[in-house]
């Protein structure tokens, strides 16, 4: 190989050499001797919301307020409660045996003869009745207004107006009820009384009623467990005379009769009370 090759790639290396020393150097290096960090340098953060601030702090809630007593003051019924109080006062027994009941067992049918309201007054029982309850009546001339040959009824058991005219065939549209049953009363106490307490029972215009003849037939001989009036505006005043019968004449009711009376005489508003003042429900003496 020539001399002078060998001279040129000798001079070459050094050159690289010399470069490569020249990058070493301590005037390169930072002060320390330290090598700079690669990390990069933590970007400041832009756009991004604060924190919310803390709400401010309420006070606490009040204590809620006690119940407040009702405006509504309940309606003294007197009369209603006086009839449950003498319910409260009847006997509870269970019904004795029809034996030997019979219509004649309690007198004469409308007798005069009694002590009762209208007793003595010569007219028969069922006319003072039908002259009670009937308007727009129509006497028999020369009777002293005692026979009633027409009128209207106001029918408490029904709520209609019923037309009556005395005659073989129209006088049963209008009946008088006994409002406690003869049979009825006859097993529930009335076989102990005299037979002339028997005829003011069936003759006291207390227990009688001039009412719708095919209702007065429907209830039978039943008793406020087994037949009510289906006029409910009537039912209150209806039970409360029975119970005001019972009492007068010392009657007993069976438990079942009982709660119907009682559940009935609940239902009672203030306007049943007109109805109930002649009912005799104040204190008395039973016969």
């Known amino acids: ?4 090759t060998t001279s040129a790639a000798t001079t070459l290396a050094g050159l690289l050499i010399g470069t490569m020393v020249a990058g070493c150097s301590p005037s390169a290096m930072p002060q ?49 409660d006086a009839a449950r109080g003498a319910l409260e006062e009847l006997p509870i027994k269970g019904r004795a045996p029809k034996t030997g009941y019979e219509r004649e067992q309690f ?11 209208f007793g003595h007054n010569g007219c028969d029982t069922r006319n003072d009745i039908l002259g009670r309850d009937l308007i727009n ?79 007065n037939q429907q209830k039978r001989d039943g008793d406020a467990a087994t037949w009510i009036p289906p006029n409910s505006a009537f039912r209150c005043q209806y039970v409360a005379r029975q119970v005001s019968v019972k009492k007068k004449y010392s009657l007993w009711v069976t438990p079942a009769e009982r709660d119907a009376i009682a559940r009935w005489l609940n239902t009672c508003t203030p306007e049943d009370e007109a109805g109930l003042e002649n009912l005799q429900l104040a204190p008395t003496p039973p016969i």
């Open 1 to 4: 190989m020539p001399r002078h």
């Open 32 to 80: 320390g001797g330290q090598v700079p960090s690669l990390s990069p340098s933590p970007t400041p953060s832009i756009g991004q919301p604060s924190a919310p601030p803390s709400p401010p702090t309420l006070p606490p809630a009040p204590a809620p307020a006690p119940d407040q007593p009702s405006e509504a003051t309940p309606i003294p019924l007197p009369l209603a």
């Open 137 to 215: 009546k129509e006497y028999k001339p020369n009777t002293r207004d005692c026979v009633v040959l027409a009128g209207q009824l106001s029918d408490p058991y029904t709520g209609t107006l019923i037309e009556f005219r005395r005659g073989q065939r129209t006088s049963s549209a209008v009946q008088i009820d006994h409002v406690v049953a003869l049979s009825d009363a006859w097993q529930k106490g009335a076989q102990q009384l005299t037979p002339e307490q028997r005829q003011e029972f069936a003759n006291d215009p207390l227990n009688l009623l001039a009412v719708d003849g095919p209702a």
């Open 107 to 117: 007198g004469q049918r409308w007798s005069d003869d009694v002590v009762a309201e």
